[in-house]
């Protein structure tokens, strides 16, 4: 579905900047994270360090607009229309932007990706607020490390030595990435292989991103599998869901590991290296934090997950469960999403089912964007 610009204002929210008097004084970069289901303006402010490394990285705003721009129709007044409401008009001095599009933009043929873009440029050359740097759809692995980064400053692992570096699951809704640390001399793919040079140190990186394993587009694959949603589901094809969480894992294991290789590509890297913690990023933590799970503050399992969604919602009548959850727009999916996420990390990727799988706190941030920051910052100056 393509949407044009008279549709654009009644599927749009957002939030208005409110700490431009900060740019003032320090040094401010906006990212736009244009991904598959809508776009984010991420604001942030830094200071420089003596040999202009960015430090003190903080978000001052967000603000996210909906649909993606992959879904809206290629031409100026679309484009001019999204990116109004995008970026506020109130800005009193210009500020760099970097404009980057992730797997929405990725799933569509590189003509069309290019009449967006120059949508974007002549929207950006008609005023003078923001200073677009850059404009294109990033590479899965570019937002593996960018993620990577993001998760590894937060926890400042960039900036000591002596704090282990982690390794990052980002879980997006058209693709998936997978990024951790290796030993210099391991023997990887080219193609795997990221040499990141950030706050005078330099790291070597396994990343891998796997287009078409992200969770809306994967869930499209299974919407009539009846393992995967709770008992008396209506599926599209008029059957009823008859939910067994660890029957729609194993189907969707087949899929990952047989027809994407992700067990082949990922755990020869991954056995070379002792990942002692891992982060997570994206759909999973959504889950995390619902209420109809418990889980430990700020972490989880595969195997709790699965268990947890196996006998709360997946073994459960779907009438009982829209009494007990109203109103829920992800009520449905839950059963084939914790399904997903078990059958990714542990038969994909490699993890013990018990293995802890950490995720920052709603005030540490850790979008990718943030690791975007930490690269581009000495570009800008």
Known sequence: MRFTAALLFSLFTHQVFSQQDVCQQRHCVAIVDAGSSGSRLHLYAYDLDNISNPIQIEELESKKITPG??????????????????????????????????????????????????????????????QLMDARTIT?????????????YELGALSSK???????????????????????????????????????RHITLFVHSFLGLGQNVLSQQFLNSASCFANGYELPDGLSGKGDAVAC??????LINKVHAVNRVVQPAANKKT??????????????VDKMFSFEKNQITSQSLLDQSDSEICHKQWQDLTHQYPDHEY??????FASYYYALMVSGYGLAPNEPINYLASNQGGDWTLGVVLLQA????
């Not at 894992?249 to 087949?254: A, E, T």
């Open 69 to 130: 721009l992959a879904s809206l129709e290629a031409d100026q007044n679309a484009v001019d229309a999204y990116l109004n409401l995008l970026f506020p008009s109130t800005v009193s001095q210009s500020i760099p932007v970097y404009f980057y599009a992730t797997a929405g933009m990725r799933l569509l043929p590189q003509p069309k990706q290019k009449l967006r873009y120059n949508a974007v440029w002549q929207w950006f050359n008609h005023q003078s607020q923001w």
């Open 162 to 200: 002596q704090q282990d570096l982690v390794g990052v699951m980002d879980m997006g809704g058209a693709s998936v990435q997978i990024t951790f640390p290796v030993e210099e001399d391991t023997e990887l793919d080219n193609h795997d292989r990221v040499e990141v040079d950030v706050l005078g």
């Open 249 to 254: 894992q194993n189907d969707i294991s087949n």
């Open 275 to 288: 990942i002692n913690s891992w982060y997570a990023l994206g759909g999973v933590t959504f889950l995390a």
């Open 331 to 336: 009520l449905h999916s839950y059963c084939l």
């Open 140 to 152: 899965g692995s570019e937002e593996g490390v960018f993620g990577w980064l993001a998760v590894n």
């Open 378 to 381: 000495k570009n800008i100056h």
